[in-house]
């Protein structure tokens, strides 16, 4: 009896935890599905769809986890057996969707991301029209950018109208016209800019995802 109730104990404490590390995901995958949100217009929406993967499988992990509290308590074997199946199914999918984005990083995949962001964020910059005005200029504060290649960009911008002066959010420091003060302004270009970005926000989300599946089957 004793035996089972230690158990029983060290049971719920690590299905705590794994109940925690789905919580992780849910947060993580609605962090970066709202980042990627913000770049879709730059760098497609693949990224997006592994956000939705990484908050799927965490959800699944909290039911599970709570699935797997409520046949220890009820020590009803069947339920148990059942939270053990469905746990391997998930550790999988967890390494899987860590795999996956690792598989950004790979050569093919990186070029084709990279000629993508090259093509896009000119096209955007050189319309900026009403819809994607307001995601320009988050990005353009965010990563502390100007334009595609360079703040020149906006000097060519047919759906800017200003060609002698750049967008607020150019600037280092926004405030009223500031765009037309060249030495106040942000000078690198956006595109080396947004790639810097979701290459590193790739590796880490990935580590992520590939150390909480390594650490639950331990």
Not at 148 to 172: F, K, L, Q
């Amino acid at each position: 009896m004793c035996k089972f109730c230690s158990f029983k104990c060290w049971f719920v404490f690590f299905n705590t935890l794994f109940l925690i590390s789905g919580i992780v995901l849910i947060v993580i995958g609605a962090l970066q599905h709202s980042t990627y949100s913000q770049f879709g217009n730059f760098a497609g929406s693949g990224l997006s769809k592994i956000s939705v993967v990484l908050i799927a499988v965490g959800v699944t992990i909290v039911l599970v986890s709570i699935l797997g509290h409520v046949g220890a308590f009820m020590e009803n074997t069947s339920i148990l057996g059942g939270f053990i199946c469905v746990l391997i199914i998930i550790v999988l999918l967890e390494v899987l969707t860590g795999a996956a984005f690792y598989i950004f990083r790979s050569r093919t995949a990186l070029l084709k991301m990279n000629n993508d962001i090259n093509i896009k964020t000119r096209e955007v910059i050189n319309k900026y029209d009403q819809e994607n005005r307001d995601s320009i200029n988050k990005i353009q504060e965010k990563l502390s950018c100007c334009g595609a290649d360079s703040y020149t960009d906006w000097y060519r911008s047919a759906g800017w109208a200003t060609h002698d002066a750049v967008p607020e959010s150019c600037c280092v420091v926004k405030k009223p016209d500031c765009g037309q003060h060249k030495d106040e302004i942000n000078k690198k270009g956006c595109t080396m800019a947004i790639k810097l970005f979701l290459l590193k926000n790739i590796v880490w989300v990935g580590a992520v995802c590939i150390a909480l599946g390594i650490a639950e089957v331990l």
